[in-house]
């Protein structure tokens, strides 16, 4: 989650925040291939849709209700298989690749940042 008051330009290199579930432990969405999911800008935006509290993922996890929204400028990270990991700038339509983030910063409620 992109914890800096200009995010909605899109991320650069802007502090970012790990979604958590509430035990604190880092929020992981499982997402498998299917005919409407077969590389990872599919599973970007399942993964944008779960972060906007549209859908679940493949194990039925929803978006907690204490943690903001996926929005413009926030990062997904994606593993697939074969250890490979891309990151992903959620851009205003679709997504863009970025190289991985530097800057990480613990927050709890990620609503209470700046952005928002």
Known sequence: MNTSRHSFFG???HPLAEATRPDGGPL????RTS???RTHEDISEAAFAVGNRQDADGNGQTW???ICSVSVG????VNGPDHWIVYLNVDSVGFS???EPTTLVNLTGTCATSRH
């Open 97 to 99: 690749a970025v190289p």
């Open 64 to 66: 907690p209700a204490d």
């Open 28 to 31: 992981r969405l499982a997402f």
């Open 35 to 37: 005919p409407r999911i």
């Open 74 to 77: 926030d990062v997904v990270k």
């Open 11 to 13: 991320y650069r290199h």
